[in-house]
């Protein structure tokens, strides 16, 4: 009728109390500034909230390269997302206190003089541990690369936080699982959109919060449970970070590398006592080295 609004009925509400939200709508008419539109149908999309019980931290880092006990950071940026929603974000500029390789500077762009005035990781650790306090992580290739290497920058800082505790999402997982794509792939093919400024932290960061919360719209079988996705997202039960011990169907440690992989790291220590010696004074992360420590006073105190 001419002059009368025209009433939108929702058709569907499809899981609307799993955050996975998406309204089909069928529209007659529509009168805007008095020219008809017609629409026959249209699909709204509402983003998908995570369900969290802890805080849940995206982080993403820049190094000097691609070693997790040599290298050092220049630029770590995370995203903090709250049960309740919120949302705060920081970037900081790290003095690695060596000079950044030409191949590391092509790759993110940040070079020496860029990070000359700034603090180095000891001078903001103290920090970056209070806002990592109590919340869950996740990264995009962040169980092999930025955990066990912001756990090495921690432990060199001497400041004690304890990592192991936390869950770990890492969204390449996921997405290799799925799709086994790149991060700027992963952000074309999920989001819809082009990764603008890819290797810039702040943009990865933000990338892979926007990445995850797609894929859980995406996949069905993906719950929106951290406990869940973790698990999903982990390669193996790591003890250590690096990956070098492992747990078992039993929960108990085996060495995951060299001679003794697949045994137990109770028994290899019992039988070859200069093990434990040789991991000391090898080129092993300081995590390695420190859960290697706290097995055998385990396996000496029993």
């Not at 952000?187 to 400024?197: I, V």
């Not at 999903?232 to 990956?243: E, L, P, Q, T």
């Not at 995590?287 to 029993?302: E, H, I, M, P, S």
């Amino acid at each position: 009728m001419r002059g009368t609004k025209q009433s939108i009925p929702v058709l569907r509400l499809l899981r609307a109390l799993q955050y996975k939200e998406i309204v089909s709508i069928k529209v007659k008419r529509l009168k805007i500034c008095c020219n008809p539109f017609y629409l026959r149908s249209a699909y709204v999309i509402i983003p998908m909230q995570l369900n969290l019980k802890n805080p849940l931290i995206f982080f993403d880092l820049e190094t000097t390269g691609m070693d997790t006990v040599k290298d050092r950071i220049v630029e770590i940026s995370y995203l903090k997302v709250s049960p309740n929603g919120m949302e705060e974000s920081k970037t900081m500029r790290i003095n690695p206190g060596c000079p950044i390789p030409a191949e590391a500077t092509a790759v993110h762009g940040i070079t020496d003089s860029d990070v000359a005035n700034a603090p180095s990781f000891k001078d903001v650790a103290k920090t970056i541990a209070r806002d990592f306090e109590g919340a869950d992580l996740a990264g995009f290739n962040s169980n092999r690369f930025d955990v066990p290497l912001l756990a090495e920058e921690f432990l060199r800082a001497g400041v004690d936080i304890d990592l192991s505790r936390r869950k770990f999402i890492d969204v390449q997982t996921i997405f290799h699982k799925k799709e086994q794509r790149t991060l700027s792939a992963a952000c074309k093919f999920y989001c819809g959109k082009e990764l603008e400024n890819a290797h810039s932290a702040s943009a990865d960061v933000q990338a892979t919060y926007e990445v995850l919360k797609s894929q859980l719209d995406r996949y069905p079988d993906l719950e929106n449970s951290i406990e869940f996705l973790s698990e999903y997202s982990a390669h193996n039960r790591n003890v250590d970070f690096a990956g070098r011990i492992v747990y078992n169907a039993k929960n108990e440690e085996l060495i995951n590398f060299g001679k003794y992989k697949g045994q137990l790291v109770s028994e290899v220590l019992r039988k070859d006592p200069g093990y434990y010696a040789w991991i000391m004074d090898a080129d092993f992360a300081l995590n390695t080295k420190q859960v290697f420590t706290r097995l055998r006073l385990q396996a000496v105190g029993k």
